[in-house]
């Protein structure tokens, strides 16, 4: 590591243990997670159902605390943020995108989209704007006036990520992304989170089950049973599966 | 307090000192309230219904106490000075009774109705909260929404329920039962209905909006009913 290597970790979690009690019984839905993130990188999370991607990625987003351990993030320990300091991280620095969209059914597209910078302060014309643009770049932009319940779901998970984009944050976190699209929705989505990340340097955290993540992943972290199995870089799997198949592609 | 705000560097999370989300304007949180209202409309009429109905049964026990309560006792028995004041109390306490009856139905009718708008709308808060959104953000959004709400509900639901107790006892009594309904009395309980009314109205949206808008986001996300 070189001498500003304070720079080069934009999210550090150190021994996270998260339990949930229900009923009197303890389940441990983290064991012990430590995960470093470099700034810029496209990291996805694979493991099956029950694993832990969304506990650990409630985690990182600020949207839980852990039970044990510490989550850093710019080498600023989140416990120590209070809920304003929270509030602000959630609402400029860090964009989040859900499996199950969760726009605000009441409002239209672009005023999905503009409600991050609302929370923001960002006057509305300057708000509805930079909606309009965003909701351009995920081609939705002749579908600003319409309800979530108006839009298929690919669309509305567009209209999520236009607004995860809303206050140009630092991180994305986005969970099963693809997990409620059909497989060529699915890879439009992902290339345009791709597309996101090389092109605004924003680090982007994906838990996943789809294998057409690894594609464009810098890292593949994989998690089972509440720990971290084993982390993967691109370079090394295109190797290997291209020793495998004889070629550079991946069959997915 | 903006100008004091480091600003954000690209790529960093964390900017320095002052950044910190602040209260949105009342006046946005208003017109946020608003909209949810009509948007909703169908859906804040049910709700509103709700309320209405506990208040206009409150409004129906009220007219009708307060006529039967200044309605002279006919003396046509040969009662007694003493035995007539004693009828007098004992209806008194049946109509106080009624109004209290009317008051926990009322309750009961306003609390259900607003904790379900509030509960279905858990998984919105939890977005919100994600989006930036102060917890007292929310609750001053729901108290907003409740506020209004309880206010157009109540004032309604008096007309409505004062009116038919009145026209029950015209019924009942002649045009004559109106003299015994001073105007003071009927002002005094239009005020007692709305403002119970809307009280109701807001504590029974505010104190689960407050306890959703407590948890953490990742719980509020969850909820599904
Ligand atoms: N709020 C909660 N209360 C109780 N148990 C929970 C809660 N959240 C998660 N769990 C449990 O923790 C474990 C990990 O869940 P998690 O949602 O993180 O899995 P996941 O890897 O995201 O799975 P999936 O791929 O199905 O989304 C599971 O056993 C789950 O039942
Ligand atoms: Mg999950």
């Known amino acids: 590591m070189s001498a500003g290597s304070g720079h080069e970790w934009i999210v550090r979690t150190k021994g996270v243990v998260k339990e949930y009690t229900m009923g009197g019984q303890t389940l441990r839905a983290l064991k ?28 990182i987003g600020g949207l839980d605390k852990p039970s044990e351990g510490n989550v850093f993030i710019d080498e600023v320990d989140m416990a120590q943020l209070d809920a304003a300091e929270l509030a602000y991280l959630r609402c400029r620095r860090i964009g989040y995108i859900f499996q199950t969209f ?14 991050p910078m609302i929370f923001a302060g960002v006057p509305s014309d300057a708000s509805a704007e930079k909606g309009m643009q965003l909701l351009k770049v995920v081609g ?5 006036h319409h309800k979530p319940t108006e839009l298929s779901g690919g669309q509305q998970q567009r209209v999520a990520i236009a607004r995860s984009f809303a206050n140009d944050p630092a991180l994305i976190l986005a969970d099963e992304p693809t997990g409620n699209l059909d497989g060529k929705t699915g890879t439009e989505i992902i290339e345009l989170l791709r597309t996101m990340n090389k092109d605004r340097g924003v680090t982007v955290i994906s838990a996943t089950h789809d294998l057409k993540m690894v594609d464009v992943s810098d890292r593949i972290v994989y998690i089972s049973d509440g720990q ?6 691109r370079e090394d799997i295109k190797i290997s599966l291209g020793e495998m198949h004889g070629s550079g592609g991946l069959a997915h | 307090m903006e100008s004091a705000q480091t600003p954000n560097q690209p790529g960093r999370l964390i900017g320095g000192a002052g950044q910190r989300q602040v209260q949105l304007p009342l006046a946005k949180a208003f ?4 909209q949810n209202i009509r948007v909703r409309f169908w859906r804040s009429m049910i709700t509103a219904a709700g309320v209405m109905l506990g208040i206009a049964f409150l409004g129906a026990t009220f007219g009708q106490s307060i006529i039967e309560e200044n309605t002279p006792v006919k003396n046509a028995q040969g009662l007694s000075a003493q035995q007539a004041q004693i009828q007098k109390e004992e209806a008194k306490t049946r109509q106080n009774w009624l109004v209290s009856m ?12 607003m904790f379900m708008s509030v509960t279905e709308r858990f998984k919105e808060i939890g977005t919100m909260k994600c989006l930036g959104a102060l917890d007292s953000f929310i609750v001053t959004l729901f108290l907003l929404e409740a506020g209004f709400l309880g206010v157009i509900a109540s004032f309604i639901g008096f007309a409505v329920g004062f009116l038919g107790g009145v026209l029950m006892k015209i019924f009942q009594l002649g045009p004559e039962a109106l003299e015994y309904l001073p105007p003071l009395r009927a002002i ?20 689960p909006a407050m306890k959703a808008a407590k ?11």
């Open chain 2, 102 to 113: 009317s008051l926990i139905v009322c309750t009961v009718g306003i609390a259900n109705s």
């Open chain 1, 102 to 115: 969760n726009l605000i059914p009441v409002m239209t597209a672009l005023e999905n989209v503009t409600l």
């Open chain 2, 215 to 225: 948890l953490p986001a990742a719980a509020a996300l969850r909820s599904e009913i």
């Open chain 1, 32 to 59: 012990g997670v430590d995960l470093d993130v470099r700034r810029g990188e496209y990291i996805s999370l694979m493991g099956p159902s029950g694993s832990g991607k969304s506990t650990l990625f409630n985690m």
């Open chain 1, 140 to 144: 939705l932009g002749h579908r600003y």
């Open chain 2, 188 to 207: 005094q309980s239009l005020g007692i209905s709305v403002a119970a009314g809307v009280i109701l109205t807001v504590l029974a949206t505010v104190m």
């Open chain 1, 228 to 233: 971290i199995e084993r982390i993967e870089n």
């Open chain 2, 31 to 34: 017109s946020i309230a608003m």
